[in-house]
């Protein structure tokens, strides 16, 4: 079974445009990683929260975790067209990062 | 620091053949981790070494995969008789410590089995 999850498959927006996106999970985590994968490109890592915080901020990013509701979301401002990409959250079980099937987001000129 | 580099970009196996995929991590990255990406499995764990030392490979199908990392400096992921269905982009991925801290991902290699 699938330990973290986005909440949507996809997401549109327009450029300048802030934007959302959520992903819950299901077992207690010590973090919770964001990522961002561009076509033709590995996963990069845009923001690390631990289980002792609840906000972290990265330029225009910025991700939020409640462990009581076991969520998070990543909040993107200003939007630009190379936001375009996948976005996943995944959590630390053990040795392996479990990851979400990431939400795909299109910024439109 | 060029980051994690994985090689070749593109491979294109027939049934039956075997495929090495190579990856060099970040030169000081004691973790070194290779994930599966398809569009219907997402990303799938398959192994994790630490120090060279095979740690978890909970992931990998018993039979036809290996990984070995011989030195410090790459790590190499050998599929013996591919199958169409291991047709996906490999990823390998390097981290200083472990899943705790930030995994930086090479660009993957796409293997395609005809």
Sequence with gaps: SQLAEENLWALSVHEGESVTVNCSYKTSITALQWYRQKSGEGPAQLILIRSNEREKRNGRLRATLDTSSQSSSLSITATRCEDTAVYFCATDSNYQLIWGSGTKLIIKP | ?114
């Design chain 2, 1 to 114: 620091n060029a980051g994690v580099i994985q090689t070749p970009r593109h491979k294109v196996t027939g049934k039956g053949q075997e495929a090495t995929l190579w990856c060099e991590p970040i030169s000081g990255h004691s973790a070194v981790f290779w994930y599966r990406q398809t569009i219907v499995q997402g990303l799938e764990f398959l192994t994790y070494f630490r120090n060279q030392a095979p740690i978890d490979d909970s992931g990998m199908p018993k039979e036809r995969f290996s990984a070995q990392m011989p030195n410090q400096s790459h790590s190499t992921l050998k599929i013996q008789s591919t199958q169409p269905q291991d047709s996906a982009v490999y990823l390998c991925a390097s981290s200083s410590w472990g899943v705790q801290n930030t995994l930086y991902f090479g660009a993957g290699t796409r293997l395609s089995v005809l």
